[in-house]
């Protein structure tokens, strides 16, 4: 038997031409899992999260394809697709009237493209977004400081538009805490490996309390990832954590999904 050894520089799975047929075909759809209130349990914004709804798999989750969509340099093209859809959605919930606010991730190379950033503010503009300011959702991903002229400029474009930035999985990267002074930031994120493993471990435990202290020494609001037990919930209850996302609410859903999720939700379920 011959013992043949995988090289470790294998390229993408999916090759450019199969990303950009996918764009145009709107193969990637949006999916938006539930942010909710842990001190009333109301919903208070949807996550924006991508999906591909490959023709010959299962619906993929970006681990499977965003390596492939980075490397084909179209990671901006499935960010307006998701943000077309997103906006959509959120005018379809509001004539529903049901106020959910948008959060959208995008990566710290994003945030450094000024021609990028205005062609998103035009487009949230175009399709009336006023009502509720966008939240920006930066991963810990980039190693590019925010202190860069034209990071601060496109920032302070981002402010101008009254959308609020988030800093996502907090205390996974190698500079959290100097992000957190470079950024003028509304929101933290608590990465769900530290929401799964504090009950267990009291190093995860002492790190969410810290986490929680300093976004309200900051006047932060402080979100918990990846919330899936009761006693992970009410735990985050006694901290003062302000809001939580996770399995114990809702998976990621479709736009026909979240809509009636929306509709049924009833914090007494949970009580």
Sequence with gaps: MLNIRKPNNLPPPHDGKEIVYAL???????????????????????????????????????????????????????????????????????????????????????????????????QANIHGFRTKPLTIEITESGIEPFTSPHMI?????????????????????HSSLERLCQIPCSEIKIDQSFTQHMLSDMRYQKIVKYIIAIGKAMQLTVVAEGIETFQQLNFLQSLGCDQGQGYIFSPALSAEDIQQWC?????????
């Design 153 to 173: 400029r496109n920032i302070a474009k981002l402010n101008a538009c009254g959308w609020r930035l988030s800093l996502d999985d907090f205390g996974t990267g």
């Design 24 to 122: 145009k075909r709107a193969e990637f759809k949006a999916y938006y899992q539930p942010k909710v209130e842990l001190s009333s349990l109301e919903l208070s914004g949807l996550e924006v999260l991508a999906r591909w709804q490959h023709p010959c798999s299962s619906l993929l989750t970006p681990d499977k394809f965003l390596p492939s969509v980075k490397a084909a340099g179209l990671l901006n093209d499935l960010t307006h697709s998701l943000l077309y859809q997103a906006l959509t959605t959120h005018n379809s919930l509001m004539r529903a009237a049901i106020n959910a606010p948008m959060a959208l991730n995008l990566e710290t190379s994003q945030i450094g493209d000024g021609d990028f950033i205005c062609s998103l503010i035009a």
């Design 263 to 271: 509709f049924r939700w009833n914090r007494a379920a949970l009580l």
